[in-house]
């Protein structure tokens, strides 16, 4: 249905930006929803954040809310995340993936996705 792939990471210091994006190919619908999870060594995929690829309507986690921004262009089937004031706390390996649906509790779970990408590596040093 919808392929995804993730670019953006790298490596910074405490206090800085990256900008993630997640390119997207395939059949994209507008109930669409675009979701960006992490995942720390040895722990869960936790949520971060999700967009409605047709209104726009956007969800944050309590940790990135404030800091983070996730936004989409259409034109170029692409979601991105802007990441500010980066912490420690944030390094992870961070996935796009694609569920469909209204923003709700269901939106928070991995399990409610069809398709990931292969993921991105933030690395936020002390």
């Known amino acids: 249905q919808v392929q995804l792939e993730e670019s953006g990471g790298g490596l910074v210091q405490t206090g800085g930006s990256l900008r993630l994006s997640c390119a997207a190919s395939g059949r994209t619908h507008v109930t669409s929803v675009l979701g960006w999870f992490r995942q720390a060594p040895g722990k869960e995929r936790v949520f971060v954040s999700a967009?409605?690829?047709?209104?726009?309507?956007?969800m944050y986690s309590d940790s990135v809310k404030g800091r983070f921004t996730i936004s989409r262009d259409i034109a170029n089937s692409t979601v991105y995340l802007q990441m500010n004031s980066l912490k420690p706390e944030d390094t992870a390996v961070y996935y796009c993936?694609?569920?469909?649906?209204?923003?709700?509790?269901?939106?928070?779970?991995?399990?409610?996705?069809?398709?990931w990408g292969r993921g991105t590596q933030v690395t936020v040093s002390s």
């Open positions: 967009v409605t690829w047709g209104g726009g309507d956007t």
């Open positions: 993936g694609v569920t469909t649906g209204r923003l709700n509790i269901a939106t928070r779970a991995p399990k409610a996705y069809y398709s």
